[in-house]
């Protein structure tokens, strides 16, 4: 079993410019969510993808888009990066549909805005 | 409300139990979670409790839900240096499918 993969490991951008993340899910999986973790604090829901739909936001800006493939992989864009937009950037899988739908994580995606 | 509370910090000894605690305000949640989160490195499923269920038992972790007072805690027994590490607590949103994670305790284990 394939567990949750992301890419890159690090990224480092300048403010204004728009980066992309991307994520695989654990294999037998149909559901990604996405989650910003700001240095010190616990994760914040930013989406989540099912069936190729955004199914649920948290209190992000448009700026914050996503995309999820037929292969169940997806997506993270955002645009327009601001300074606060820093943070450690995870994404995980469930299985929508099963009895306990519990999300398993990837290792992340460290973004730092200059 | 979806506010989960947890203390910052913890240090025990090595072989010590450590006990991390978690109250949460959403009384509505199905499953409660913990996690573990290395430095560096993404988020470890470590055990998971129904609301229905008061204890659950899974090796040296014990998870107890006190569903009255909205308190969920961890006990690690036998601490060991590689429990080191930031625990969370974590419930999902009914009906929306996010988790509320609480701040994270960071536990230290001395040796």
């Known amino acids: 079993e394939t567990g949750v993969t992301q890419s890159p490991t690090h990224l480092i951008k300048t403010r204004g410019q728009q980066v992309t993340l991307r994520c695989s899910s654990q294999?037998?999986?149909?559901?990604v969510s996405w989650y910003q973790q700001a240095l010190g604090q616990g994760p914040q829901f930013i989406f989540q993808y099912y069936r190729e739909e955004e199914n649920g936001r948290g209190n992000f800006p448009p700026r914050f888009s996503g995309l999820q493939f037929p292969n169940y992989s997806s997506e993270l864009n955002v645009n327009a990066l601001e300074l606060d937009d820093s943070a450690l950037y995870l994404c995980?899988?469930?299985?929508?549909?099963?009895?306990?739908?519990?999300?398993?994580f990837g290792p992340g995606t460290r973004l730092l805005v200059l | 409300g979806e506010d989960v509370e947890q203390s910052l910090f913890l240090s025990v000894r090595e072989g010590d139990s450590s006990v991390i605690n978690c109250t949460y305000t959403?009384?509505?949640?199905?499953?409660l979670y913990w996690y573990k989160q290395e430095p560096g490195a993404g988020l470890q499923l470590l055990t998971y409790?129904?609301?229905?269920?008061d204890m659950k038992q899974d090796q040296r972790l014990t998870v107890l839900l006190n569903k009255k007072d909205k308190h969920l805690s961890l006990r690690i027994a036998d601490t060991q240096t590689g429990d080191s590490a930031i625990y969370f607590c974590?419930?999902?949103?009914?009906?929306?499918?996010?988790?509320?994670f609480g701040t994270g305790t960071r536990l230290k284990v001395l040796a």
């Open positions: 959403d009384s509505s949640s199905t499953y």
């Open positions: 995980a899988s469930s299985l929508r549909g099963s009895s306990q739908e519990t999300q398993y």
């Open positions: 294999s037998g999986h149909n559901t």
């Open positions: 409790i129904f609301s229905n269920m």
């Open positions: 974590a419930h999902e949103n009914p009906g929306t499918y996010k988790y509320i």
